[in-house]
């Protein structure tokens, strides 16, 4: 069994209401965002930054390499794309955890120019590799 202080699991929980908050504002309150042409969810990050590099991990399973577009346009990293509902027209669906459609992250670079180093595809994330420029 594991211990846990309770008050370390209250600030836990409270960590991750303000996360679900945080998604919630993003998804509904960016103007020019959303309606049928717009993304319809955002992928989980995590960034870590070591020296001059960058790395930002984009949880994306399930979709193909070719459906994902990266640019950086000044301050701000953009990752867009489209994971496709599998299940075929006729399909009778039971249950759907997993988002489909349009999305979209974007992210605010800390200070400085990046260029984009590295990406590929690593066990259904995204791996960014960023360097600093200058």
């Not at 998604?23 to 070591?50: C, S, V």
């Amino acid at each position: 069994m594991i211990y846990r202080k309770p008050s370390n699991a209250m600030w836990i929980d409270a960590v991750r209401l303000l996360e679900q908050a945080d998604n919630l504002h993003r998804q509904f309150f960016r103007p020019g965002h959303g309606g049928p042409q717009g993304p319809t969810w955002e992928p989980p990050i995590d960034i870590f930054e070591t020296g001059r590099a960058l790395s930002v991990l984009v949880a994306l399973p399930g979709v193909a390499p070719d459906q994902v577009q990266v640019l950086i346009d000044g301050a701000m990293l953009t990752v867009v794309g489209e994971r496709p509902l599998p299940a075929p027209a006729e399909a009778h669906i039971r249950r759907i955890e997993i988002p489909y459609g349009r999305f979209e992250r974007r992210i605010a670079l800390p200070p400085g120019a990046f260029e984009i180093r590295e990406h590929r595809m690593v066990d259904g994330c995204l791996l960014l590799t960023l360097l600093r420029l200058g």
